[in-house]
């Protein structure tokens, strides 16, 4: 879609102004009252169009002609709720083809808007309405081929899926992005929500999506977004973040081996936690062991967030001296 200020588009295009079939209508200038504080240097273009835009709007006009000044509208703004709510407004007072709408608004997100809001609004709606799905998850995989961590497509894909139960295959192509990019956390987050729509986390599934985390974990210990994988695949475990032993003896082996990945450091603090909390004596995750965690993530492996680790050895330390009192008292 065009930039109102591109040269181009300032030299080829007619002014509505000049068209003889829009003499009719009489256009409605942007008030922006008698002193606006920064007045917008808008193109003629640009008021051109949104003057004659406001004009119809303002006579509920939908026709033919109104439908394609949306059009020029959203070139000059695509981010403008009004013009694509009052377009749909149109497409259905004139019974427009919303298959041909369907083509004009995918050229618009896959070559020139692919982050914009109305856009894919503007698309979801127009899905609805034909109850038609069948281009969508095509449509989301070539815009996450350029940027596989679009907020929009991922947001259309989710409501794609669950609403027309389109989960066939899902994981596949989530297993496809994240061989590609073993950091992507939009392709984890994906994960979790097919496996939540899908079967949920059964003892099978739980078994499996830890074998599937640690493999990743393994080759690359400091991917953030599979040990907050693992974190939430462990919420769905009946034992806990410290009693899953395929998870545990990983942890144990990889501090052991030397291993220090400030998201290793952070589960094992919050196994100790766990323990402490429960009022267990467990000889590995423990008060001392989340201390000493706490003091070699702020002094040396998340210095950033110091003041955090420091709390939350307070935190364990807390909870360990009030799980003591709570004994006393019950001896």
């Known amino acids: 879609m065009a930039e109102s200020s591109s040269d181009e588009s300032e030299t080829t295009f ?3 102004k000049d068209r003889k ?5 009489v256009p409605v200038p942007q008030d922006d009252g008698e002193q606006p504080i ?3 240097d808008y193109t003629e273009q640009f008021k051109d169009v949104f003057d004659y ?4 709007l303002q006579s509920g006009e939908k026709s033919e002609r109104a439908l394609e000044l949306t059009k020029d509208a959203a070139a000059l703004n695509p981010a403008n709720y009004t013009v694509w709510q009052y377009r749909r407004e149109i497409l259905k007072a004139l019974n427009k083809d919303l298959n041909e709408e369907m083509d004009f608004i995918e050229k618009i997100i896959v070559y020139n808007q692919p982050k914009n809001y109305q856009v894919w609004h503007h ?4 899905v609805e309405w034909l109850q038609e799905a069948s281009k969508e998850k095509y449509l989301t995989e070539t815009v996450l081929a350029k940027d596989a961590k679009n907020y929009h497509a991922w947001q259309h894909r989710q409501w794609i899926i669950k609403t027309f139960n389109l989960y066939e295959g899902e994981l596949e192509y989530i297993d496809s992005l994240i061989s590609d990019d073993i950091r992507n956390n939009s392709a984890w987050n994906q994960r979790y929500f097919v496996v939540m729509g899908t079967t949920g986390f059964t003892e099978e599934v739980l078994d499996r999506e830890i074998d599937y985390t640690l493999s990743s974990i393994k ?4 991917n953030e977004s599979a040990w907050n994988y693992l974190r939430g695949v462990l919420l769905h475990d009946k034992c806990g973040l ?4 395929k998870v545990t003896d990983f942890c144990q082996d990889l501090y052991n081996s030397g291993n220090r990945s400030p998201f290793l450091l952070a589960l094992i603090v919050d196994m100790c936690s766990e323990q402490v909390s429960q009022g267990n004596k467990d000889p590995l995750y423990n008060l001392e062991m989340a201390k ?3 003091k070699e993530l702020a002094e040396k492996y998340d210095t950033v967030r110091a003041k955090y680790w420091e709390y939350i050895a307070e935190t364990v330390d807390k909870k360990s001296n009030k799980e003591d009192s709570q004994v006393d008292a019950e001896q």
């Open 292 to 294: 000493t965690l706490c």
């Open 38 to 40: 920064v007045a917008i």
């Open 242 to 245: 410290s009693r899953n032993k």
């Open 53 to 56: 835009f406001r004009a119809v």
């Open 123 to 126: 698309r979801k709606v127009i």
């Open 21 to 25: 079939e829009w003499k009719d209508v």
């Open 14 to 16: 007619q002014l509505y």
């Open 219 to 222: 080759v690359v210990t400091e």
